[in-house]
């Protein structure tokens, strides 16, 4: 019974006393054979061995081996509860106890990441997006960090976090794939003016996240001309008719990507005849000026002239937006003559040097008749 006070009592002292006050006296642990570090988390499994006076070991001080997480700190509270829970050293020769803490991790920490938001259009992130970490660890996590993504454009981005444990430890993880693109289409768009109408055309590329719509608006050049919506859906042109010749007019495309980006470009164009000459099936008994609307940029033009059946019987290229037929000519090594009958006529506009044989959109086309 004495000998059990007595080791109350010292337990009683010891408790009191833990952290930077404690004298480790003999018996003196050693961990791994090297001397136990207070407060310390260990790595890997650890044998605690005892050294009473020359004596490894000795009286009543019996070596312990900690092979899986352990964690003695909270014996603190209770330091008689459970004796076989401590490492401790019940030295009988004198009556004296002595016991030390052991925290060893020998698991390792986990960790999830994911973006800290939700998409912002249509299940893609298209502005920076940071991790939002969550971790376990036998010692308790210490800290945690996480990445920004920000770019490049990808449907497979990935967002990482990185942890750091009580005992040292650490764990980098990525989040699953999202998809990211933060930056709109390239676009394009063409307007070709015809009787009454424009033909428009564009293009949206250059992007990661596929093209959702594109949206077409038109306004004519007066103050109090409406803005007006002539397009939306997938397509990639259309011919806008029933316009006024004469009059500017201004085409607003915009392409929106399913990321929610968005890019604009506009073009203009002004409607009307582009055949000028002669009008529509004239009746004609002498050769005519042909005429039509000049092109800008356009450097030459090709005309060429069908009769009958329809057969080409002229293929010409003038420099200038008109042409004044003859009555006898040669093409293609054979003699014509304007005789009477039906004719038809085409024109395309030449962009550069003639034999690099660059053609835009045809400008028009028009008809007559030679009565004799």
Not at 39 to 52: C, D, F, K
Not at 133 to 159: D, E, N
Not at 213 to 221: A, M, N, P
Not at 238 to 243: A, P
Request: positive net charge; charged residues 15%; aromatic residues 10%.
């Amino acid at each position: 019974m004495k000998r059990l006070a007595l080791a109350v009592a010292l337990v009683a002292v010891a408790v009191m006393s833990v952290g930077a006050s404690v004298a480790w006296a003999d018996p003196v642990p050693d961990c791994n054979g090297q001397p136990c570090v207070k407060g310390a988390w260990y790595t890997s499994p650890v044998s605690v061995t005892w050294q009473l006076g020359g004596d490894s070991n000795g009286g009543g001080c019996a070596p312990q081996n900690y092979v899986t997480d352990t964690n003695q700190s909270y014996l603190l509270s209770e330091p008689m509860a459970d004796w076989p829970a401590w490492t401790y050293c019940n030295d009988t020769t004198s009556g004296d106890l002595k016991y030390y803490f052991v925290q060893v991790e020998v698991s390792s920490p986990t960790a999830t990441v994911v973006p800290n938001r939700g998409p912002d259009s249509n299940g893609w992130y298209n502005h920076a997006v940071a991790g939002a970490v969550s971790a376990s660890s036998f010692s308790g996590i210490a800290s945690c960090t996480s990445a920004t993504y920000a770019g490049p454009a990808t449907a497979s981005a990935a967002v990482a976090g990185t942890c750091v444990d009580n005992a040292g430890k650490s764990v980098t993880v990525a989040s699953a794939p999202f998809a990211y693109d933060a930056t709109p289409p390239t676009l394009t768009a063409t307007a070709d003016p015809g009787d009454q109408s424009v033909a428009l055309g564009w293009q949206a590329g250059g992007d990661v996240a596929p093209i959702a719509s594109f949206t077409v608006t038109r306004k004519g050049d007066t103050k109090a001309a409406a803005v007006n919506t002539v397009y939306s859906g997938n397509g990639t042109g259309l011919i806008d008719s029933h316009l006024k010749n004469g009059v500017l007019y201004t085409y607003t495309i915009t392409a929106r990507d399913q990321a929610g980006n968005v890019a604009v470009t506009t073009v203009k164009t002004t409607p009307g005849a582009r055949v000028l000459g002669p009008a529509p099936n004239a009746h004609l008994t002498a050769p005519p000026m042909l005429s039509w609307t000049p092109v800008p940029g356009a450097s030459y033009y090709n005309v060429q002239l069908y009769r009958g059946d329809p057969s080409k019987v002229l293929s010409l290229w003038p420099a200038n937006a008109s042409l004044q037929l003859k009555r006898t000519w040669r093409f293609h090594g054979h003699r014509y003559r304007l005789k009477p009958g039906k004719y038809k006529w085409y024109v395309w506009p030449g962009l550069g040097r003639r034999k690099a044989g660059r053609y835009g959109h045809m400008i028009g086309s028009g008809t007559f008749v030679v009565v004799r």
